[in-house]
């Protein structure tokens, strides 16, 4: 059974830290890109980072500068670092494991974790 847990979000003051996890079991992590997602109220769900299987990272304009993610293929976590939080920052993160090119093998996605800002 294939799960993704995230773990870390709470609340926050403007300004300050978060370290988000996703520990995936049930899957080859090492092979996957994974990425992080979030969705505020009301909102659609977007994009926030990716880091492929060969540890590149691309991240959204609006968290670049800001935000890390990284993975530690031994423990089958990705992280995100999150610094200099805003309150438009507000959102559930999910984590996110892309199909494995070459792979028949479908996508997943993890419960969330809220993520509050406050000004």
């Known amino acids: 059974q294939v799960q993704l847990v995230e773990s870390g979000g709470g609340l926050v003051q403007a300004g300050g830290s978060l370290r988000l996890s996703c520990a995936a079991s049930g899957i080859i992590f090492s092979i996957r890109t994974m990425a992080w997602y979030r969705q505020a109220p009301g909102q659609q769900r977007e994009w926030v980072a990716t880091?492929?299987?060969?540890?590149?990272?691309n991240y959204a304009d609006s968290v670049k500068g800001r935000f890390t993610i990284s993975r530690d293929n031994a423990k089958n976590t990705v992280y995100l670092q999150m610094n200099s939080l805003k309150p438009e920052d507000t959102a559930v993160y999910y984590c996110?494991?892309?199909?494995?090119?070459?792979?028949?093998?479908?996508?997943?996605w993890g419960q969330g974790t809220q993520v509050t800002v406050s000004s």
């Open positions: 996110y494991a892309v199909p494995p090119v070459g792979y028949r093998a479908r996508d997943y």
């Open positions: 880091i492929t299987d060969g540890g590149t990272t």
